[in-house]
């Protein structure tokens, strides 16, 4: 903040709009798209989840019955529960597997390239197929538990898809398989960033790599581990393919997802303003959860 | 030099217009029928339909039940892609599909076809027509209210074949001892709702009635319907340890003859008859658990998307024609174990569980489809509901009350 750059920005304001102005044009198709596409359909939306549109949307408004209908849905409210519980554990656990991977592969390790490759070859297969082949791997009468019977230890009982409790665990495990190797690669390539000099000062002073992990280094890491989180983040809020791929919501309604209870309104009930009113509420949250960071992030003050 | 190449590229044109102009048109035709029993059926109307007339089928068919297909039919056809023709079902379900005004009227092909006489029973047709124009041609009756059981499995276990849902109730320890499962089930909200429709239908047709179509809030809440919870109960018992998700999964278990019975649809027949099993001698049929012999008359229907084209619209009404011919009915029917919408069709080689569905339509005891009865949203809710219920240890108690409310707030 110089003396210079107090007296230059209020000149420069008024000639901000005009300046530049086929960079302005470059932009105004995208522009428009972010109006009409983005905000404009999501204000739809939201106006239409007031009404009683059925396979069609209508304009016959009805307040907020649709709402009071949600929040009475017992699919509803354990869709919320499970993306919820799903949601925290899915976070915390692929930032701190993720971690620790990148901070062992950033060992100078040998063969490191093949190790990255293993590591992040999940994440180039769907969900759906991320889920067929754990619904094989967890399949009672093919999968784990027909392996260790078949070797001999015939009580062996794994079968977490068949269990109301266990269901969320097992679509953990598959969410993790996938995502964990892009957070692992985030993490690493921002690992490489961090100066040696630090490294090689801790080690003098006499500070325990663990100390230096925690305390030097993930503050350094702080860009990289938001960018990992707004990823994994907008991961869980859309999740969809895995639930219908691996469990199709069940057993029973034991592992529904919020993006499954809006398609299934929407295109099987026949009934748009139940949909709308819940893809509304997925809408709410997630800006509930956004607009604090953002302001938090970037609000305030000017980088640079 | 020039207008030669003009010339010789105008006849060209015209060359490659010619064939346009005489009107043989390709139709694509959507429909979800894709297990074995049901694609052989599909391909004799498509066989039909090329044989008697110079147009083409195009086959489209979706994988996966009606409830993943429907969506992308709908979709196709409000987002301006329509398909030619497609399979739906009888009701509701494209009633404003109708009445936005983006399907075909068929009510000339209807008169001309005297379609009011022959189409047996007469709500089928109703089903078809809205304010008067007919705009679907009726292709079978499907019933839901069928179970079957596998004979074998019943020798297995030493025990009689059963008659009705009480005697497989009672059998259904010995079942277990000898490592048959009881029902067979896929555990997806749709099959299961089945079993609600059927104790309700095989009870009485005045009860199903009065919950479906009258929505009594008396009715609702008597001993009658809770005594249908207490069966959902039982019926849960009976299933644990399926584990399968799809129908014909489920039927492939009473076929091998690891599960006794299975509450399916008529179409269960079709995989049966492709696995080369006889009724009466395989395997059996209960109409309404064994109780109050009432079939429904829902089923399949082929609507025809209203395409701006001329010709194409012709070909969709030969299309129509051919479907409701009774050649193509009897073909189709006695592969897909379906009934015939039309009564004067010979049905001489329809098999024992085809005879007691034409009986029972003879008789007239006939109800109408839940389809009809109430919204697609109120049917998707049942589902939802039962998919909990048989998913997890939810209260007999509590499902009836949910049952409850959904009937009395379904418009």
Partial sequence: MSVTDHARAPARRPRRLISNPMAKIAALPMIMTALVIFIGCSLWTVVHSFTKSKLLPSTQFVGFDQYERLWGTRRWLASVENIAIYGVVALVFSLVLGFVIAALMDQKVRAEGAFRTIILFPYSLSFIVTGLVWQWILNPDFGVQGIVRGWGWESFTFDPLHNPDTVLAAMLMAGLWQGTGLVAVILLAALRGVDEDIWKASRVDGVPAWKTYIFVVIPILRPAFMTATVLIATGIVKLYDLVVALTNGGPGIASEMPAKYVYDAMFNKQNLGQGFAASTMMLVSVLLILIPWAIFEFGGKKRG | ?411
């Fill in chain 2, 1 to 411: 030099m020039k207008t030669q190449i003009m010339r010789r590229l105008m006849a060209g044109a015209a060359a490659l217009a010619m064939p346009i102009a005489a009107n043989a048109a390709d139709l694509e035709v959507t429909h979800w029928w894709t297990s074995g029993g049901e694609a052989n059926a599909v391909q004799e109307l498509a066989k039909a339909f090329e044989a008697k007339t110079d147009h083409k089928w195009v086959d489209g068919a979706i994988a996966g039940s009606g409830n993943t297909a429907r969506p992308v039919i709908i979709s196709r056809i409000i987002g301006g892609d329509p398909m030619a023709a497609t399979q739906l079902n009888h009701g509701k379900q494209a009633q404003e599909l109708i009445e936005a005004g983006l399907m075909l009227d068929l009510t000339d092909i209807a008169e001309e076809g005297n379609w009011a006489e022959i189409i047996q029973p007469k709500s089928l047709l109703d089903a078809c027509t809205v304010d008067g124009r007919v705009y679907c041609v009726p292709l079978n009756i499907h019933s839901i209210q069928w179970m079957w059981t596998s004979n074998a499995a019943f020798e297995k276990a030493g025990i009689d074949p059963v008659n009705n849902w009480e005697e497989l109730k009672a059998a259904a320890p010995k079942l277990r001892e000898a490592g048959i499962l009881p029902l067979a089930m896929g555990a997806q909200g749709w099959q299961e709702a089945y079993l609600v429709h059927n104790f309700l239908s095989g009870t009485s047709e005045d009860l199903y009635y009065a919950v479906y179509r009258d929505k009594d809030e008396d009715t609702l809440n008597s001993d009658a319907v809770k005594a249908v919870f207490e069966e959902l109960n039982a019926a849960r018992d009976m299933y644990a340890g399926g584990n399968v998700q799809d129908w014909n999964l489920a039927t492939a278990k009473v076929i091998n003859g690891e599960a006794a019975a299975q509450v399916m649809g008529d179409w269960a027949q079709g995989e049966f008859a492709l696995a080369g099993q006889k009724a009466g001698e395989d395997y059996n049929c209960l109409i309404g658990m064994g109780g109050e012999p009432s079939i429904s008359t829902g089923g399949d229907a082929f609507y025809f998307p209203l395409i701006d084209n001329a010709d194409t619209t012709a070909a969709q009404k030969e299309l129509a024609k051919v479907l409701i011919s009774p050649e193509s009915q009897v073909a189709f029917n006695l592969k897909k174990g379906s009934l015939p919408v039309r009564g004067d069709v010979d049905l001489a080689a329809a098999g024992p569980c085809m005879q007691k569905g034409l009986e029972t339509l003879a008789a007239g005891k006939v109800i109408t489809g839940t389809d009809q009865l109430i919204t697609p949203d109120a049917v998707g809710q049942i589902q939802d509901l039962m998919a909990e219920f048989f998913g997890s240890d939810m209260s007999t108690e509590d499902a009836h009350a949910a049952f409850v409310e959904i009937i009395l707030n379904d418009e």
